[in-house]
């Protein structure tokens, strides 16, 4: 990466960013759903949203697969009608447990940026 590059830095940034807080996002679309949901809608959601994904649908598979891993997502396949079957996601109770903390986690750790960018840290 070149030294002077900002749009290089940033793209890194971004990346580095992104991690953690698309699964975040992820469990809340899910905890918000009245039914579960396969990734395209997901992808939607987050789009609709301008989201942590938006335009990156290929990103979300991994992802959800992760958090399936962990337990705190649920899928089951369906056949469809115009295609493939389709994987849909549910949130798990361990999965709202984990998306209390993460998002208290989350704003405690927005709140003391916010505070440093600004320059009112107490």
């Known amino acids: 990466m070149a030294m002077n590059d900002p749009d290089a830095y940033l793209k890194k940034f971004q990346k580095e ?16 759903a009245d039914a579960p949901l396969y990734g395209y809608l997901i992808a939607k959601r987050l789009e609709r949203l301008d989201g942590v994904l938006s335009g990156k649908q290929s990103a979300l598979y991994p992802v959800l697969r992760n958090l399936e891993g962990a337990g705190l997502l649920q899928s089951h ?16 109770e361990t999965g709202r447990d984990c998306l209390r903390a993460w ?9 003391s940026v916010d505070s440093v960018l600004e320059g009112t840290h107490s």
């Open 17 to 32: 960013l992104s991690a953690g807080t698309v699964s975040l996002a992820l469990l809340a679309v899910l905890a918000q």
């Open 77 to 92: 396949v369906e056949p469809s009608a115009s295609g493939p079957p389709r994987r849909y996601y549910r949130i798990t």
């Open 103 to 111: 998002t208290a986690a989350w704003r405690a750790t927005r709140d």
